[in-house]
């Protein structure tokens, strides 16, 4: 069975970076459109950054441009979201899921785990 495993949020003040880690079991990650979205209490759910099945293509919120790098390990079967700078409006539950990825967008979300939270705040 397919399970996503998001792990590496915490509290953190402005200005500050985390590493979001998502690892997943049961499908090979290097060949899936696969992304991270995220969803603040009471708001709709926002594509952060993907990346397509050929690794040809990536997208990044306007919100996040410059700040955040999409990355994947294939030998760890393992999705990556680096966050630097971050924001109050950063706050959120981060997921990572699978979709559908192209340069101009990210949607589609299907599978994915239980998320890990990130919160910015001084």
């Known amino acids: 069975q397919v399970q996503f495993v998001e792990s590496g949020g915490g509290s953190v003040q402005p200005g500050g970076s985390l590493r979001l880690s998502c690892a997943a079991s049961g499908i090979a990650l290097a060949y899936l459109n696969i992304g991270w979205f995220r969803q603040a209490p009471g708001k709709a759910r926002e594509g952060v950054s993907c990346?397509?099945?050929?690794?040809?293509?990536?997208y990044y919120a306007d919100s996040v441009k410059g700040r955040f790098t999409i990355l994947r390990d294939g030998d760890k079967n393992t999705l990556f979201l680096q966050m630097d700078n971050l924001k109050p409006e950063d706050t959120a539950v981060y997921y990572c899921?699978?979709?559908?990825?192209?340069?101009?967008?990210?949607?589609?979300?299907?599978?994915w785990g239980q998320g890990t939270q990130v919160a910015v705040s001084s």
């Open positions: 990346i397509s099945g050929s690794g040809g293509s990536t």
């Open positions: 899921a699978t979709g559908v990825c192209s340069r101009w967008s990210w949607t589609g979300f299907g599978s």
